[in-house]
């Protein structure tokens, strides 16, 4: 089932996202709706409250050589934790909550992940590259951050800018 995706600036996307502590059916299904969400709209990551669900559930799946992104291959991922975040990299992120504008954001190059998987099961996760950025961008969206709260003062205005054009046009 398809899920409506809220974008920027609804207000739930500032909420603080809760634990999962029920690995049920109910979350399977919730998990299997947002991977088809996600594709459906051409994402590579997708936290719950981007479907205005404000519970720590996040999924990505970063597209392979050959651009597939099965959903064998896509990482489910409740509670997760950071640790030992190293280095620093400017990567152009977007997000399916900010539709059309893409900007530098400054992240750490590698992590480790402790999460738990759709069993309830400890997992941890070594990430660097894309797959490092993208755990970042949507750990951010569980504490009811945006990537572009994270933007330098003057790509902030050029967003702020842009912003108001795309509310014009659609007058
Ligand atoms: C987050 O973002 C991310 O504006 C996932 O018109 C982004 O999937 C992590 C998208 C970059 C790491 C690096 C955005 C699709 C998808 C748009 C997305 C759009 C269509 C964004
Ligand atoms: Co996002």
Do not use: W
């Amino acid at each position: 089932m398809l899920l409506p995706i809220i974008t920027y600036p609804n207000k739930q996307l500032k909420m603080r996202s809760k634990e999962v502590v029920n690995f049920d059916e109910l979350l399977h299904r919730f998990l299997d709706d947002m991977y088809e969400t996600m594709i459906s709209s051409n994402g590579i990551g997708l936290a719950a409250i981007q479907v205005a669900n404000p519970i720590r559930a996040l999924i990505l799946c970063i597209p392979d050589e050959e651009g597939n992104q099965s959903k064998e291959s896509t990482l489910e991922i409740m509670n997760p934790v950071i640790h030992a975040p190293q280095g620093n990299v400017l990567y152009q992120e977007g997000c399916l909550s900010v539709p059309g504008f893409y900007e530098d954001v400054e992240r750490y190059e590698t992590l480790t992940l402790q999460y738990q998987n759709r069993h309830g099961d400890v997992c941890m996760l070594q990430a660097s590259e894309l797959l490092a950025i993208a755990i970042q961008h949507e750990i951010d969206h569980l504490e009811g951050k945006l990537f572009i709260e994270k933007l330098t003062y003057n790509r902030r205005k050029k967003f702020e800018k842009e912003y108001k054009k795309t509310l014009k046009e659609k007058k």
